[in-house]
């Protein structure tokens, strides 16, 4: 069982001792997880300013090593993605060691998505469309990401889910999303933290996972999106298990940037 999304102090928003994170996926049966902490200042330009990647790869080494015989610890990061920053993006994620690295689409021309959210519930087919479009310019601008995190995030912390707007929408977007990624051979994620914001379902959607199996896609990876050491693994058996019953029949995660397959 994997986890490849998890948050510790390194993210703005999460205290979590590191070690914490080993100790509760351990105890909670995972076998691979990863560090994925936040890096949004490419896309915000306010966040994350003093974020220490020498510190955090130092603590990553020295837990790998200390629990190398209970489970496999990956160092990754999610990466808030910019289509205006690109260039920056991709080389930062060349010139760094991470095992895996995580795309996400936090912020909106600089605006971010959790902020703006009373905005987009006020207007939401304007701002979904445009959330989307941004999304798009990103996967084809941003080349060196393993996995686009959380695809349909923007449902995630509307208080009213009510006015998230019908499929049909923005379906020709995540379409022409869906392809970019299988067309440059990375991965999208099936994030359980959605569970945990009031929705029925993970992100992404059925519609979107089983949009992604039709066009040939099958490179997913899982996590729970975790700030907290009781929240990690969560919903990840129910995960695998319905990804079964879509008809995938793996799932994959990244070491030294390069995908290995877990068959389900």
């Not at 990863?34 to 994350?48: I, P, S, V």
């Not at 990061?77 to 920053?85: D, H, Q």
């Not at 990103?138 to 499929?167: A, M, Q, T, W």
Request: aromatic share 14%.
């Amino acid at each position: 069982m994997q986890d490849l999304h998890l948050h510790s102090h390194f993210s703005f928003d999460s205290n979590t001792n590191p070690e914490e994170n080993v100790k509760s996926a351990i105890k909670n049966k995972i076998k691979i997880m990863a560090f994925t902490d936040h890096l949004d200042n490419f896309c915000q330009n306010d966040r994350d300013i003093s974020f220490d990647l020498d510190e955090y790869f130092s603590t990553i080494y020295k837990l790998r090593e200390k629990y190398k015989n209970q489970i496999k610890i990956l160092a990754g990061i999610e990466i808030g993605l910019a289509y205006e920053n690109a260039d920056k993006i991709d080389k930062f994620i060349d010139e760094n060691p991470f095992d895996f690295v995580i795309g996400s689409i936090h912020a909106v021309e600089f605006k971010d998505v959790w902020l703006n959210r009373k905005n987009i519930e006020n207007n939401p087919k304007y701002f979904f469309k445009k959330y989307y479009e941004y999304m798009l310019e990103c996967v084809k601008s941003c080349k060196n990401f393993s996995s686009l995190g959380h695809i349909d995030y923007i449902d995630r912390y509307l208080e009213d889910k009510s006015v998230i707007p019908d499929f049909s929408l923005y379906e020709d977007l995540i379409e022409e999303i869906l392809k970019e990624l299988i067309k440059t051979n990375r991965a999208f994620e099936y994030n359980t933290a959605g569970f945990r914001n009031n929705l029925s379902y993970a992100n992404p959607k059925d519609k979107i996972l089983e949009k992604y199996k039709n066009l040939g896609g099958e490179t997913i990876t899982l996590g729970s999106d975790s700030h907290f050491p009781d929240t990690i693994s969560y919903k990840i058996n129910d995960g695998i298990k319905h990804l079964k019953d879509l008809g995938f029949d793996h799932i994959s995660y990244f070491e030294n940037k390069k995908e290995k397959i877990i068959e389900i």
